[in-house]
């Protein structure tokens, strides 16, 4: 296995986690990533991080799993907001048809 291809697994396995372990949370992330998307066409991790405060408790890294469901596709770029990520680059995503018509 090549190293990407394990860095890659180890993502999808703690994204796993996330999705079970934090469950309530990410579907309020979620939903307000929906609504987002609708009022303005897309939607970033940026926005999520302005509209919903992290628990104390859990680590920044569980936004990882916000836009890992088919409601939502990547289209494009910007750089990240938050000072504690020096501006890295972030995807921006959009609504799939399924986004749209199920209203998660």
Do not use: W
């Amino acid at each position: 296995m090549q190293p990407q291809e394990i860095g890659r697994a180890i993502r999808d396995a703690q994204i796993d986690l996330f999705q079970h372990r934090d469950a309530e949370f990410l579907a309020r992330c979620r939903s307000l990533a929906v609504e987002v998307a609708r009022r303005q066409g897309t939607v970033s991790i940026n926005d999520i991080r302005s509209g919903i405060q992290l628990p104390a408790e859990m680590h920044p890294s569980v936004l990882g799993a916000v836009f890992k469901t088919k409601q939502f596709q990547a289209c494009g770029y910007t750089e990240a907001t938050h000072p504690q990520a020096h501006a890295r680059v972030v995807r921006v995503y959009q609504l799939t048809n399924q986004g749209e018509t199920n209203g998660q």
